[in-house]
């Protein structure tokens, strides 16, 4: 189990106090439960004082809820993790690309673009997607990217069905990409070039990482997590 033991398989150790008869039963019957899912959250954890629990246990029930959807659709699942080092606000996607890299190795039927060292960025991303239709075609392709928005949603992280439009807010490499998106919001979305060049270069990388620890352990802990091995569409090893 990643999340216990002195030493985190990631080389960094999140401070989340992981509700453990949550994790082993709870959470996931809760999961099953789309339509109630909200107000299941707001019953279970009024009590949780760290809101980073909170936000990891949502996480993992909204990407499990996407991958359910794709019931037997594909025999592989693609993460184009997007962004670059050279940018606090910008290296969310290499950061979570790293350490998911590292955190399921032995899973032959996951493949990870995009990471510190092979950073997935708008002048090579054209090449990438041709190469995954070309080599991976029955594959399901999980988008995650840094986004600004609107100041109240700064800190969520959205999950849905359908892909993102990378690079939107310096007007960059624009298209639609994944049948699963996930977006840190890591600022505000000033919508000029310049403003938010500027919020990028000087976001807390304190901020990031707090982010990137909830995506990457919560992708982990589904992938590997035996209690959802049964799950055929995954292709748990």
């Known amino acids: 189990n990643i999340l216990s033991g002195p030493e985190s398989s990631l080389g960094r150790i999140p401070e989340i106090k992981i509700l453990r008869k949550t994790l082993s039963t709870g959470r996931w019957k809760m999961c099953e439960q789309n339509d ?24 993992i029930c909204d990407f499990y809820n996407e991958l359910k959807k794709f019931n037997n659709e594909y025999s592989k699942f693609i993460f184009l993790c ?30 990870i673009y995009g990471d510190l060292t092979e950073p997935l960025i708008y002048y090579n991303i054209g090449e990438k997607i041709k190469e995954i239709n070309e080599n991976y075609k029955n594959s399901c392709v999980i988008a995650i990217d840094a986004a600004l928005s609107s100041e109240k949603n700064i800190g969520k992280i959205l999950v849905k069905t359908g892909g993102l439009k990378t690079g939107r807010a310096i007007n960059k490499f624009n298209k639609e990409i994944g049948h699963i998106s996930i977006k840190a919001i890591i600022g505000e979305n000033h919508k000029k070039l310049d403003k938010n060049m500027q919020l990028l270069q000087n976001t807390s990388l304190n901020f990031v990482m707090e982010l990137v620890d909830i995506v990457s352990m919560g992708i982990i802990e589904i992938l590997n997590n035996s209690e959802i091995n049964n799950l055929s569409y995954l292709k748990i090893n």
């Open 36 to 59: 109630e899912t909200n107000a299941k959250w707001q019953k279970t954890y009024k009590n949780i004082k760290n809101i980073k629990d909170v936000k990891y246990n949502k996480f």
């Open 82 to 111: 997007i962004g670059t080092d050279r940018m606090t606000g910008d290296c969310f996607g290499p950061l979570v690309g790293s350490k998911i890299k590292k955190g399921i190795s032995n899973n032959n039927n996951c493949i």
